[in-house]
Each structure stands twice: as structure tokens, then as C-alpha cells.
């Protein structure tokens, strides 16, 4: 809880593409749990060190947990999150290799990810009586009024635009 909820409807405006990741983990077999201790103790470093680098990429991140766990973020590039993965000196590849070696295979931990890059025109958001969340907490957040109350007008599409795209493939 903790954050002000912000009365009113707004949109997220970034102002270049966005690189939308989502990561998590499954404990298949959960009395297994030094397993699934181990996979999930690697992120909480991670995150910290890409609080304390912001010139690695993350702008923005929303975590939930269960037995899968979800983590939304949001990134500058997928160059940005491709570096960071490969980086000797970050927190990443090195408990990706200790997974690899000592769990993948075994069915006990899941883990999986998404990446999507996304164009300023190709976003839309609306968060009504939130607080700072998602794409518009890790961007830009600006009230929704004319001209952005519909989902077709934050895409800035016009129903004659969006039909012409989808039989040109433009």
C-alpha cells in the first residue's frame, strides 16, 4: 500500500520506444524449497544493482508473487537488457549459469521470460484512481483529457487509419 492513490484518469506518454520484459519463476515442485529459494534469492541483488547503475536501462519495475511469480519491467532498449544480461560484472549471468548447471532440467524450478518492444504509437494505457503504475511510473504520467479519453484516440488512430494499416500492412 503505501503509495497515494492519485484521484483522476491518466495515461502513460513515453516519449521513445520501450522495452517491455517480463520475468518469473514457477516452483513445480514447492516442498523442493532450498530450489526454489535459491532461484528466487538471485533477484532482489539484481534489482539492487540496477537501482544503483540507471545507466544500465530499467526504468521501472512491479513485481508479484505466488507460486509464479511475475515481474513486469520496463526498459530503455533491449540492447540495455541484453548488456546487462551478458555483463561479467553485473548480478545476472552469474546465477543464470549456477541455474543452468545445477536446476534446469530438473522440473523442480520453472523459470521463463518475455521481451516486447514497444513504439510510442503502438502503446496505450489508462490508470483511473491509482497510484504511479506500469509503463506511466516508469515513463511519463499525464491526465487524460480531450482528445486521449478513448483507447482508439491514445493510440492516435482513427478508425479509417487503423483499417488502412491492417489491409497494407503499413
Wanted: charged content about 25%; cysteine-free; overall charge positive.
Amino acid at each position: 500500500m503505501g503509495r497515494k492513490v492519485e484521484p483522476g484518469r491518466f495515461t502513460a506518454a513515453p516519449e521513445e520506444a520501450v522495452t517491455v520484459f517480463l520475468i518469473g519463476m514457477r516452483a513445480n515442485r514447492w516442498w523442493k524449497v532450498p530450489a526454489v529459494m535459491r532461484t528466487a534469492s538471485a533477484m532482489p541483488r539484481m534489482l539492487r544493482y540496477l537501482a544503483a547503475h540507471p545507466e544500465a536501462g530499467l526504468l521501472g519495475f512491479h513485481s508479484w508473487f505466488g507460486r509464479t511469480t511475475v515481474m513486469l519491467s520496463y526498459w530503455k532498449s533491449p540492447e540495455h537488457l541484453q548488456r546487462f544480461a551478458a555483463d561479467r560484472e553485473a548480478p545476472h549471468l552469474e546465477p543464470w549459469r549456477r541455474f543452468m548447471k545445477e536446476a534446469a532440467g530438473s522440473g523442480d524450478v520453472g523459470v521463463w521470460h518475455e521481451t516486447y518492444q514497444v513504439a510510442v504509437r503502438d502503446q496505450e494505457s489508462v490508470y483511473s484512481d491509482m497510484p504511479a503504475f506500469g509503463l506511466a511510473a516508469a515513463t511519463r504520467r499525464v491526465p487524460i483529457g480531450r482528445g486521449s479519453n478513448t483507447a482508439r484516440q491514445r493510440l492516435g488512430r482513427r478508425s479509417s487509419e487503423g483499417a488502412a494499416e491492417a489491409v497494407t500492412g503499413a
